[in-house]
């Protein structure tokens, strides 16, 4: 069983950026392919981005694509999002995930519990 622990949420002006982190434990992380979605008030869960094992492949949402970049340290255990250029439509909840194998395609296994982003006009 894989627990994931999302941070790096919070209160942001348009063209800010934030980091988020998803802290991974209880598996084997590297086996994992890692992914981040989001859910807007009143909306679908969005997938966002995601990223293979070995870091070697990545998908991005045309919504966030050339402002935002997943990463991964297999080290450390933990998948980060990294948000530059900011708009108020990127708010909402944040969720990292986890699924056995090696892409990156839904649906996944585990989820984190989310991290609120906010982004002022």
């Known amino acids: 069983q894989v627990q994931l622990v999302e941070s790096g949420g919070g209160l942001v002006q348009a063209g800010g950026s934030l980091r988020l982190s998803c802290a991974a434990s209880?598996?084997?992380?590297?086996?994992?392919?890692m992914g981040w979605f989001r859910q807007a008030a009143g909306k679908e869960r969005e997938f966002v981005a995601g990223?293979?094992?070995?870091?070697?492949?990545?998908y991005y949402a045309d919504s966030v694509k050339g402002r935002f970049t997943i990463s991964r340290d297999n080290a450390k255990n933990t998948v980060y999002l990294q948000m530059n250029s900011l708009k108020p439509e990127d708010t909402a909840v944040y969720y990292c995930?986890?699924?056995?194998?090696?892409?990156?395609?839904?649906?996944?296994?585990?989820w984190g519990q989310g991290t609120q982003v906010t982004v002022s006009s």
């Open positions: 209880g598996g084997t992380f590297s086996s994992y392919a």
């Open positions: 990223i293979m094992w070995s870091g070697g492949s990545t």
């Open positions: 995930a986890a699924k056995a194998g090696t892409y990156y395609f839904p649906p996944y296994d585990y």
